[in-house]
């Protein structure tokens, strides 16, 4: 009897033994041996809340781990379950599962970029988000309009035209979906530079919306980076001594979205456009684009001189003048040719 019981412990034993080291050959060649050689790229979407489980499983199905189970347990065992992030990674099957892992935990989600360029009206915008594949246009428009939106960002006009701020974006997949997303990140954008233009704080209202106005101007007016506070100067000094700014881009706003490029003596004659300023005194009702940094800073600090006029030269800079008959010979010299 005796005997026999210890044949049983020991075949028991024997037993154990060849389990325990086939689960140490499971896991070891789980553990150091890639799906696929040579490997192919895979892309992975890690929704927000999903459980670990829960990706093991899609990662299993996806060909980038060879076991969701035993994936689910490295999780466990290393404690990051509850640690991995949500968005969209790249991976490859030739990974190994430590680094499936460490890029569930540690690793960059795929960005999207997103550029606005300066200048851009805000239906101009919309479209560029569009275009790029993301967010309605239709409902960029809604947003821009929002009066709770425009409440919240302390924006003193009926839209947020100006103050979607000009920059190149990188969003996640679920970032580019979210229009909300958008229209708020161009918002918050332009106040972090506003930050800069300003760094004892924004100044009141109509300050602000005196310089986001003239940034717009100076923004369509010139590509030239070393002219803006040039002109924001003759904007500027043509204000003081009450004189038109006579700014063909703020007529060209004015037109709105229907204008087909051809601006006529009839548009400049127009007073039924609010932005006419060659009818109107002053600056117009609202900006007529979206500024970018250089544009606002020269309009919160416009260059100091005597200069009334300005005229394009041909080469995306301008000729400058003092009085009316210097800017007379520079049109017939710039654009005249004479």
Not at 124 to 135: K, P
Not at 281 to 297: E, H, K, T, V, Y
């Amino acid at each position: 009897m005796r005997k026999l019981i210890l044949a049983l412990v020991a075949i028991c034993f024997l037993a154990v033994v060849a389990i325990s080291g086939f689960v140490l050959y499971q896991a070891h060649h789980f553990l150091n041996t890639p799906p696929e050689l040579p490997g192919r790229d895979v892309t992975v979407t890690i929704e927000q809340g999903a459980t670990f489980d829960a990706v093991a499983t899609m990662l299993a199905e996806k060909g980038l781990v060879t076991n969701a189970h035993y994936f689910a347990l490295l999780g466990k065992w290393k404690e990051a379950a509850a640690s991995i992030q949500a968005g969209e990674f790249e991976m490859n099957t030739s990974w190994k599962p430590s680094k499936i892992l460490d890029t569930l935990l540690h690793g960059k989600p795929i960005l999207y970029k997103l550029s606005i360029p300066e200048g851009l009206t805000w239906w101009q915008t919309a479209q560029a988000i569009q275009d790029a594949g993301y967010a309605n246009a239709t409902k960029i428009d809604e947003l821009v309009h929002d009066p709770d939106l425009l409440a919240q960002y302390n924006i003193p006009f009926d839209s947020a035209e100006g103050f979607l701020f000009p920059d190149t974006y990188l969003l996640t997949r679920k970032e580019t979906e979210n229009p909300h997303f958008i229209v708020e990140l161009l918002l918050k954008t332009f106040w972090k530079n506003a930050d800069k233009v300003w760094p004892d704080g924004t100044p009141d209202a109509d300050t602000l919306k005196r310089i986001v106005i003239l940034a717009s101007v100076v923004e369509k007016e010139t590509g030239a980076p070393e002219e803006r506070g040039t002109i924001a100067g003759v904007y500027d000094t043509r204000l003081k001594r009450n004189m038109l700014l006579q700014a063909d881009p703020t007529v060209i706003y004015g037109l709105g979205k229907e204008f087909d490029g051809n601006l006529t003596r009839k548009h400049l004659d127009d007073p039924k456009n609010p932005y006419n300023t060659y009818r109107h005194a002053g600056l117009p009702p609202g900006p007529i684009c979206s500024p970018g940094l250089d544009a606002l800073m020269a309009a919160a600090h416009p260059e100091a001189h005597d200069y009334l006029f300005f005229v394009a030269k041909g080469n995306g800079t301008h000729q400058f003048s003092k009085t009316l008959r210097q800017h007379i010979n520079a049109v017939r010299k710039y654009q005249l040719k004479k």
